[in-house]
């Protein structure tokens, strides 16, 4: 078994109800998004036919999924929490990768306003 993430009560509740849609459809899975044959999603086909036409179809630029988490975190250091509750939530085993990673958009770290740059 993986490691615990803790999840908002606005997720645990998402989470639930995509559950319980999909128990009321048929779905037997204990898989979160299965594969329309119930089997593990293949993530290249997530990528290729789910998520890059959503980023297509919201205007938004070709990024990868790690880019997601890459920005997870930045926003997380923006709003001032604290590195090791990022540390945690990124499952990084030492403080020392997350502040190598990161330090540069930690607003008390880097010595200059990351959003003041990212606005220029």
């Known amino acids: 078994m993986g490691r615990r993430i803790d999840l ?10 995509h559950q319980e849609r999909q ?17 593990p999603t293949n993530s290249k086909n997530l990528y290729w ?4 036409p959503l980023l297509k179809n919201a ?9 997601l988490r890459l920005t997870c975190a930045t926003i ?12 945690e939530f ?6 020392a990768i997350t502040l190598d990673i990161y330090s540069h958009v930690i607003p008390c770290m880097g010595g200059d306003d990351p959003m003041e740059d990212a606005l220029s």
Not at 8 to 17: C, F, G, I, K, Y
Not at 27 to 39: A, I, K, N, Q
Not at 90 to 95: K, V
């Open 59 to 67: 205007g938004l630029p070709d990024i990868k999924f790690h880019e």
């Open 23 to 39: 128990r009321q459809e048929g779905h037997g899975s204990e898989l979160v998004f299965p594969s329309s044959v119930g089997t």
């Open 90 to 95: 990124l499952g990084h085993t030492s403080i």
């Open 8 to 17: 908002s009560q606005t997720v645990s509740e998402a989470l639930r109800s």
């Open 76 to 87: 997380r250091f923006m709003k001032g929490q604290h590195p090791k509750r990022v540390q």
């Open 49 to 52: 036919r789910s998520f890059k």
